[in-house]
Nanobody, 122 residues
Framework: VQLQASGGGSVQAGGSLRVSCVASGRGFSIYVMAWFRQAPGKEREFVARISGSGTSKYYADSVRGRFTISRDNAKNTVYLQMNSLAPEDTAVYFC????????????????WGQGTLVTVSS
């Protein structure tokens, strides 16, 4: 599966943004989808993941209650709605897919999008 992320941009602290990731290829619904982010000079970190059916979701503590992951299997798309954004959310956001057991580890995800930059100013 190939992934294409979009929707990044610049926003002020407290604002909202939604990033999207479209998958090409068959069998989108079998993939666990996740969002990771990487800030300058830092390691890539897990943000959220969602099961193939969309019924199971898991979030990093740092975004729980502010971010919402969702998916539309008919459109082969996964979304990350980000609310109450803070400067520390500034990063390149990557979508990723796996058929492995759901995980927070980047190494468990075989398929990656190219990333979309989110910049939050104070």
């Amino acid at each position: 599966v190939q992934l294409q992320a979009s929707g990044g941009g610049s926003v002020q602290a407290g604002g909202s943004l939604r990033v999207s990731c479209v998958a090409s290829g068959r069998g989108f619904s079998i993939y666990v989808m996740a969002w990771f982010r990487q800030a300058p000079g830092k390691e890539r970190e897990f943000v959220a993941r969602i099961s193939g059916s969309g019924t199971s979701k898991y979030y990093a503590d740092s975004v729980r209650g502010r971010f919402t992951i969702s998916r539309d299997n008919a459109k082969n798309t996964v979304y990350l709605q980000m609310n109450s954004l803070a400067p520390e959310d500034t990063a390149v956001y990557f979508c990723a897919a796996t058929t492995n057991f759901p995980s927070k580890a980047p190494s468990e995800y075989a398929h990656w999008g190219q990333g979309t930059l989110v910049t939050v100013s104070s």
